[in-house]
């Protein structure tokens, strides 16, 4: 019964900005952790960022510095910032919401980043 709804995608050109929303609806509490993957054409799934009900957050290397996740537990929201993008940001960028009580995991659908000129 949880839902997942991401936004924010679409094409920027090299050295622009993005933020990417990520709502959470449905039987959901604020105690889950949130996480953003992206997959570029391929298999591989690669975790971008991510935080904790506690506000734990975590960055992967090729984005620190460049990336912000935040969150409004009021709206059961998950956001991430991106400056200053490049060619290799471009994926298809998916929201992963993980439940305590119930221990579930929900994905969303994924909306796409494409860095261009």
């Known amino acids: 019964q949880v839902q997942i709804v991401e936004s924010g995608g679409g094409l920027v050109q090299p050295g622009g900005s993005l933020r990417l929303s990520c709502a959470a609806s449905?039987?959901?509490?604020?105690?889950?952790?949130m996480g953003w993957y992206r997959q570029a054409p391929g298999p591989q799934r690669e975790l971008v960022a991510s935080?904790?009900?506690?506000?734990?957050?975590n960055y992967a290397d090729s984005v620190k510095g460049r990336f912000t996740i935040s969150r409004d537990n009021a709206k059961n929201t998950v956001y991430l910032q991106k400056n200053g993008l490049n060619h290799e940001d471009t994926a298809v960028y998916y929201c992963?919401?993980?439940?305590?009580?119930?221990?579930?995991?929900?994905w969303g659908q994924g909306t796409q980043v494409t860095v261009s000129s």
């Open positions: 935080t904790t009900s506690s506000g734990t957050t």
């Open positions: 449905g039987s959901i509490s604020n105690s889950y952790n």
């Open positions: 992963r919401v993980v439940t305590i009580v119930p221990n579930k995991v929900y």
